[in-house]
């Protein structure tokens, strides 16, 4: 049996944008028992309130999921996104896919650039960290001799990078650009390894 939690959750899937009356009535509580659970889902961050107008007079508040309450049901994004890549590269030289992966990238990178001004290698390093952990990735970094070695403890591209390692271009990009040093990949989870790991040296980042 399903917990009343998982039914607004469902409900919310089914349903983006509902008022609390209206989950109410679809899941079968009263609407103080849906604000409390709402209130826990929110500070879970797997649902977000906006406010919308709705006629004359003030508006209402309304509940969608957030991007990690919608990662909390299966999708075909995996399988979709595989098959575009594949028809991509049916179309397009096997570079320029690469080459499209490295744009986003850089341009993900160029978002933080102000942030990154005046910091040293470590402090990026802290931000490079925090922004993969955004994107899904679980990272560690450490320090040995005169180099700094980033290991990815999980990788959220890890299905598609088996049939379309070309993805790789995209965390591999992002750290050389936010520590403006060149990152080399010394073992891949994808070629059996526990965890991928990049090495940069520890030199002084230019802004």
């Known amino acids: 049996m399903k917990s009343t939690r998982e ?38 961050g797997l649902v977000e309130a906006e406010e919308e107008r709705h006629g004359v007079g003030r508006p209402r508040l309304v509940y969608l999921l957030t991007e990690d309450g919608l990662e909390r049901f299966p999708t075909r994004y995996l399988r979709l996104t595989t098959r575009l890549l594949t028809q ?28 990154l001004k005046g910091l040293g290698v470590e402090d990026r390093l802290d931000l490079v960290k925090t922004l993969l952990a955004e994107e899904g990735f679980m990272v560690e970094w450490e320090k040995k001799n005169d180099e700094y070695h980033i290991h990815e403890i999980t990788c959220p591209y890890l299905q598609v990078g088996q049939q379309h390692p070309e993805v790789c271009a995209v965390d591999e990009t992002l750290i050389s650009r936010m520590l403006s040093v060149p990152a080399n990949k010394i073992q891949c989870i994808l070629s059996g390894a526990s965890h991928c790991t990049y090495v940069v040296k520890a030199e002084p980042v230019k802004n």
């Open 88 to 115: 991509m590269k049916e179309k397009l030289p096997g570079a320029m896919v690469g080459e499209l992966f490295k744009e986003v990238a850089t341009g993900l990178a160029d978002e933080h650039e102000e942030a």
């Open 7 to 44: 039914k607004i959750l469902q409900t919310l899937l089914r349903a983006p944008r509902s008022t609390i009356n209206e989950l109410a009535e679809a899941v079968g509580i009263n609407p103080i028992s849906v604000r409390h659970h709402l209130t826990n889902l929110q500070m879970e």
